[in-house]
Nanobody, 122 residues
Framework: QVQLVESGGGLVQAGGSLRLSCVASGLTFGNYAMAWFRQAPGKEREYVSAMSGTITPIYSDSVKGRCTISRDNAKNTVYLQMNSLKPEDTAVYYC????????????????WGQGTQVTVAS
């Protein structure tokens, strides 16, 4: 049984920081590309960042320079460090996994977590 569990969301003031975590189980973590997507109310899901174990991480234009994705294969965990947060970053952030290469398309990912809420107050 594959599970992805996100954590680390919360309420922060504009300009603040958060680090999201996603712990995966039930899969061979090193064989999977991991990604972060987000979805705000009334909007479609959009990618934030993605990476495999060997490919240079990719970022959406909206977060590039403010976010860093990383992974710890020994802990089966992927992280998203977010700095200089803006109100427009407010969304539910989802962790996703697919074998083997990263993609920016949400439908390409087979496994998803339940999401963690990020709210940035102005």
């Amino acid at each position: 049984q594959v599970q992805l569990v996100e954590s680390g969301g919360g309420l922060v003031q504009a300009g603040g920081s958060l680090r999201l975590s996603c712990v995966a189980s039930g899969l061979t973590f090193g064989n999977y590309a991991m990604a972060w997507f987000r979805q705000a109310p009334g909007k479609e899901r959009e990618y934030v960042s993605a990476m495999s174990g060997t490919i240079t991480p990719i970022y959406s234009d909206s977060v590039k320079g403010r976010c860093t994705i990383s992974r710890d294969n020994a802990k089966n965990t992927v992280y998203l460090q977010m700095n200089s947060l803006k109100p427009e970053d407010t969304a539910v952030y989802y962790c996703a996994a697919r074998e083997t290469w990263p993609s920016l398309i949400s439908r390409d990912y087979r496994y998803w977590g339940q999401g963690t809420q990020v709210t940035v107050a102005s």
